[in-house]
């Protein structure tokens, strides 16, 4: 069983960047598509950003195309969320996601449903 654990949220001026990151401990991490989430207060959880376990394939929510990367790294079984060009509505809490996949998937999952594991979520707030 993978267990993950994200951090580096916080507080940010708009226009600022961040860069979250997910660990992994358990079972193999390669084996995993992951994903990172975001919920807002009085709103569902939403899709952000996933990437395939090779991290060849990458899929975002149009929203945060081309301010947002997500990464990973399997020699140290973390996943990367770089957040630049922050604005007020990207503050939510940002949850980390993992789905088991085959080998060789390219799969890269965009709803909550299709994930099987979850981080515990780090606090994102943008100041305007």
């Known amino acids: 069983q993978v267990q993950l654990v994200e951090s580096g949220g916080g507080l940010v001026q708009a226009g600022g960047s961040l860069r979250l990151s997910c660990a992994a401990s358990?079972?193999?991490?390669?084996?995993?598509?992951m994903g990172w989430f975001r919920q807002a207060p009085q709103k569902q959880r939403e899709f952000v950003a996933a990437i395939s376990w090779s991290g060849g394939v990458t899929n975002y929510q149009d929203s945060v195309k081309g301010r947002f990367t997500i990464s990973r790294d399997s020699a140290s079984n973390r996943v990367y969320l770089q957040m630049n060009s922050l604005k007020p509505e990207d503050t939510a809490i940002y949850y980390c996601?993992?789905?088991?996949?085959?080998?060789?998937?390219?799969?890269?999952?965009?709803?909550?449903?299709?994930?099987?594991?979850w981080g515990q979520g780090t606090q994102v707030t943008v100041s305007s």
């Open positions: 996601a993992a789905r088991e996949v085959v080998s060789g998937s390219t799969w890269a999952p965009n709803l909550p449903t299709q994930y099987d594991l």
């Open positions: 358990g079972r193999a991490f390669s084996r995993y598509a």
